[in-house]
Nanobody, 122 residues
Framework: QVQLEESGGGLVQAGGSLRLSCLAR????????MGWFRQAPGKEREFVAA????????YYADSVKGRFAVSRDNAKNTVYLQMNSLKAEDTAVYYC???????????????WGQGTQVTVSS
């Protein structure tokens, strides 16, 4: 069982940056693939980024590639999403997710956080 708590969301102007954090509570964090998803109003939840257990493998949605970077610190049980060059269309609730091992390219996850709001003003 893993409990996830996101933080770091907020209001930012277009072109700005934010860093989201996700603290995982539970055992063996380093065994989990971690992912970020987002859901904009009136839209389905979509995959954003994922990172494998070591941080050596990452995977991104085309819409954020080159602007967002996912990383993790296993000593702190935390995964991060650095978001640069933000656009109005990045406005959404961002969710952290976890799954026990598996592939970064698979968007099926077992555990979810409550989400954190990111609003980008144009």
């Amino acid at each position: 069982q893993v409990q996830l708590e996101e933080s770091g969301g907020g209001l930012v102007q277009a072109g700005g940056s934010l860093r989201l954090s996700c603290l995982a509570r539970g055992r063996a964090f380093s065994n989990y693939v971690m992912g970020w998803f987002r859901q904009a109003p009136g839209k389905e939840r979509e995959f954003v980024a994922a990172i494998n257990w070591s941080g050596g493998s990452t995977y991104y949605a085309d819409s954020v590639k080159g602007r967002f970077a996912v990383s993790r610190d296993n000593a702190k049980n935390t995964v991060y999403l650095q978001m640069n060059s933000l656009k109005a269309e990045d406005t959404a609730v961002y969710y952290c997710a976890a799954k026990f091992r598996g592939l970064v390219t698979s968007t099926s996850y077992d555990y979810w956080g409550q989400g954190t709001q990111v609003t980008v003003s144009s």
